[in-house]
């Protein structure tokens, strides 16, 4: 069994930073990308950054600026740094990694989620 569990998410106001964390855990041999989704009320799950286990990065448009993804390998831990936050950034942000596993084989797995909310 492989879980994802996110930590990090809460109130702030617009203009503020949050931190979000996700660690990996259980029957891993290797986490290979890892990457950060959000889902904001009446809307589809949109992603926001990737990371690959060698640190290579990528971005949504809505996050170049503000957001920086980042890891720890030796801890199964992907980051969120998030700054000059919008109302707009409310969302559950969850997060999402390629685990190998220990029994073989990679497969996808998604956090339970942690609630931003941005006040304005």
């Known amino acids: 069994q492989v879980q994802l569990v996110e930590s990090g998410g809460g109130l702030v106001q617009a203009g503020g930073s949050l931190r979000l964390s996700c660690a990996a855990s259980g029957s891993i041999a290797r986490v290979n990308t890892m990457r950060w989704y959000r889902q904001a009320p009446g809307n589809q799950r949109e992603f926001v950054a990737r990371?690959?286990?060698?640190?290579?990065?990528y971005y949504a448009d809505s996050a170049k600026a503000r957001f920086a993804i980042s890891r720890d390998n030796a801890k199964n831990t992907v980051y969120l740094q998030m700054n000059s936050l919008k109302p707009e950034d409310t969302a559950v942000y969850y997060c999402?990694?390629?685990?190998?596993?220990?029994?073989?084989?990679?497969?996808?797995?998604w956090g339970q989620g942690t609630q931003v909310t941005i006040s304005s």
């Open positions: 990371i690959t286990s060698s640190g290579t990065t």
């Open positions: 999402n990694a390629d685990v190998v596993r220990l029994l073989g084989g990679e497969a996808g797995y």
